[in-house]
Each structure stands twice: as C-alpha cells, then as structure tokens.
C-alpha cells in the first residue's frame, strides 16, 4: 500500500478513536471565473467532536454554503483533506461519495425536499430505498423516525395536507433514519414563521440531547446561538470559533 494511502488510514483510525467526526485540513474551494481565482473556501481547518452541536454562520458571500457542500460531500475541495467518520472522502470518486452522503450524512433543508405526492412515510423511507433496505424494514425505521419528532399520527398525509413546521420535521425525520453520523440543516428555519422556526430549533435541541451531532448553517445571530458552539465564517476562512454553551 502507497505511503499515503497509509498514513491516511492511521489518521483516520486516530481520529475515530477522538471521537471526531469531521475534520477539516487546510480546505480549499476556488473558482475560475475568467482570469479570476474565486476562492470561495480559503484553508479552513475545523474538528467537530461526535456529539457536538455547532452552527456555521456568516454573511451571504461569506463561503459557509460552499463549505457546507464541502462537508456534505456535495462537492470536492480544490485542495486539502476532509475526514468524516475517519474516512478520507476529499479523495473518494462521486459513486463513493453518493454512498457516505447516504450512509454518514442527514440532510435538512430549507425548502424541505419533499416529494410532492409521496406521504410522510415514504418521504422518510426514501434514503433506505437508495440504501437497499428491505420493505418491512424500511416501513419499521421510517415509523420510529416519524415518532421522534412527534409525527406518527401524520404519517400517511402528504405535504400539501401538512403545515410549514410539520413537513420540516418529515425532512428532519427522513435525515434520522439512517442513523447519520451528522445530522447537517442548512437554513431550517428560513420558510418558517418565528414561532414554528423556534418549535424546529427546540426539536433539534431534544434531537442532540439524544447524542446526534448536529451542524447547522446559518446567517441569522440568533438561529446560530441555538448551537452550542458557532465558527463565524468570514472571506472563505474561518473568523471566529466559540463556545457558546
């Protein structure tokens, strides 16, 4: 085996070990428009313990929605090392990375990404669908999803019979259902009214009270400081990165 493919291993074994889940080295995203270099993500080197529940927040422009692609394998950096799980995916072909985005990665949406005519139940079995998961099993897991966020008794509507808050917590429940290592919403709140919006974020306050980590995207102060913790996101680098509970 290659000396780098070695020590990649033993890194990731290392960082399995410190219960770290993501791990950023000196990330890069850059873009050529024209002549130009866009760096839109510019050396980013951030850990995120299993368990943790962090906000990334900054500005419109700021990099945080590219490196949130970054980090939910959604895209390849232009340069430098991510790890999730202990897993070196910034090296992984697109096929690899579909399947840790299906097997590692939950994601929440502000637009919710439901399908239209499907009920709540067959929107949160679609990940075990893609999974291969038997259909008794799926039906079992897609029901135990629905009843952690309060949802069982809508299980058989469809989004256009469900209010804002209710279809956001069928997205949150199709996230869970394959037990992702990190449960990543970008912009949860953003279609909601104030009073559903801090309804969902007290949902995912429960939701890492149970152990899952949670990293959520965000430009607004006050959706950040749900998080326990928040990196300020400024020109591709990271500006700040607190602790706020």
């Not at 290392?14 to 270099?37: A, F, H, N, P, S």
């Not at 980013?44 to 949130?68: F, N």
């Not at 919006?197 to 009270?209: A, Q, S």
């Not at 899952?212 to 950040?224: C, P």
Request: overall charge negative.
């Amino acid at each position: 085996m290659p000396q780098v493919a070695t020590e990649a291993i033993e890194r990731g074994e290392q960082l399995r070990r410190d219960g770290i889940v993501i791990r950023t080295y000196d990330l890069w995203k850059t873009y050529i428009m024209g002549d130009q270099e866009i760096h839109a993500v510019s050396g980013v080197d951030i850990e995120i313990h299993r368990g943790e529940y962090v906000a990334i927040m900054g500005p419109s422009g700021s990099g945080k929605s590219t490196l949130m692609n970054l980090i939910g394998c959604l895209d390849t950096p232009t340069k430098g090392q991510y790890y999730i799980n202990g897993r070196l995916v910034s090296e992984m072909t697109d096929d690899e990375l579909a399947r840790i985005r299906n097997k590692e990665i939950g994601f929440v949406f502000q637009t919710f990404n439901l399908l239209a005519r499907a009920t709540s139940l067959h929107n949160v079995e679609l990940p075990l669908i893609y999974a291969g998961a038997a259909s008794d099993v799926r039906q079992q897991r897609a029901k135990t999803s629905l009843r952690k966020v309060d949802l069982e008794d809508r299980m058989y509507h469809k989004p256009s019979e469900l209010s804002g808050g209710q279809r956001q917590r069928v997205a949150i429940a199709r996230a869970l259902v394959n037990d992702p290592s990190i449960l990543l919403a970008d912009e949860p709140t953003g279609n909601l009214d104030s009073a559903t919006g801090v309804e969902i974020m007290g949902l995912f306050e429960n939701l890492h009270r149970q152990g899952n980590t949670i990293v959520l995207v965000t430009h607004e102060h006050d959706i950040a400081l749900h998080a326990h913790r928040v990196i300020h996101i400024r020109d591709g680098k990271v500006e700040k990165d607190e602790r706020v509970k």
